[in-house]
């Protein structure tokens, strides 16, 4: 079956920083991948979305990297903040068809000011 | 725009009763699910629906069942509550197609004592 790794142990990085979570597969290649953002006691926020075709993917200080021969992900932050610290999941479709989204455990990112 | 709703956002049960809970979206998508989320367990899909009348089970149906009668809404309902279901449940929603973000609700915080 599925299965998404993501690094359980938190991640803590000095404001100003480039913060690096990865997020690896197994089993199967997906046609796409999502990064989500959780804060505590919310739900996720959808934030990229990177497809098998995409090497990289950009949004604001954000950058997805897409590498389905190691089938790994790297979600970036540049010039991290301390309003970036929150759990990061990254979700991929299941096989056979893309309505159903099966999610990584998320790594928690907190930025020291 | 209100995008996904949930209600309650706590609920305490006792074993044996039942209970629904609620998720309406405004948005028009076709797409919306239910998550339970468990600490280092991630985000685990238990029910989904791709339009109004059109059902399936994710990966944690057992105990839970689910009707999508018009597109707004997707309520999700226990039969007869189990501390096993102790858990902070979300509701999602997205648009069909491949590689849409899902908008998920606030979260419902349920405790079965």
């Known amino acids: 079956s599925q299965k998404i790794e993501q690094n359980s142990e938190a991640l803590n990085i000095q404001e100003g920083k480039t913060a690096t979570l990865t997020c690896n597969y197994t089993?199967?290649?997906?046609?796409?991948l999502q990064w989500y953002r959780q804060d505590p006691g919310r739900g996720p926020v959808f934030l990229l979305l990177?497809?098998?075709?995409?090497k990289e993917k950009r949004k604001e200080r954000l950058k997805v990297t897409f590498d389905t021969t190691l089938k790994q992900s790297l979600f970036h932050i540049t010039a991290s903040q301390p309003a970036d610290s929150a759990t990061y999941l990254c979700?991929?479709?299941?096989?056979?068809?893309?309505?159903?989204?099966?999610f990584g455990t998320g790594t928690k990112l907190q930025v020291i000011p | 725009n209100a995008g996904v709703t949930q209600t309650p956002k706590f609920q305490v049960l006792k074993t044996g009763q039942s209970m629904t809970l609620q998720c309406a979206q405004d948005?028009?998508?076709?797409?919306m699910s239910w998550y339970r989320q468990d600490p280092g367990m991630g985000l685990r899909l238990i029910h989904y629906s791709v339009g109004a009348g059109i059902t399936d089970q994710g990966e944690v149906p057992n105990g839970y069942n689910v009707s999508r009668s018009t597109t707004e809404d997707f309520p999700l309902r226990l039969l007869s509550a189990a501390p096993s279901q102790t858990s902070v449940y979300f509701c999602?929603?997205?648009?069909?197609?491949?590689?849409?973000?899902?908008?998920f609700g606030q979260g419902t915080r349920l405790t079965v004592v």
């Open positions: 948005m028009n998508h076709e797409y």
């Open positions: 979700a991929l479709p299941t096989p056979g068809g893309y309505q159903k989204v099966t």
């Open positions: 990177i497809r098998e075709n995409e």
């Open positions: 089993n199967y290649s997906p046609a796409y």
């Open positions: 999602a929603s997205s648009r069909p197609g491949q590689g849409f973000g899902a908008f």
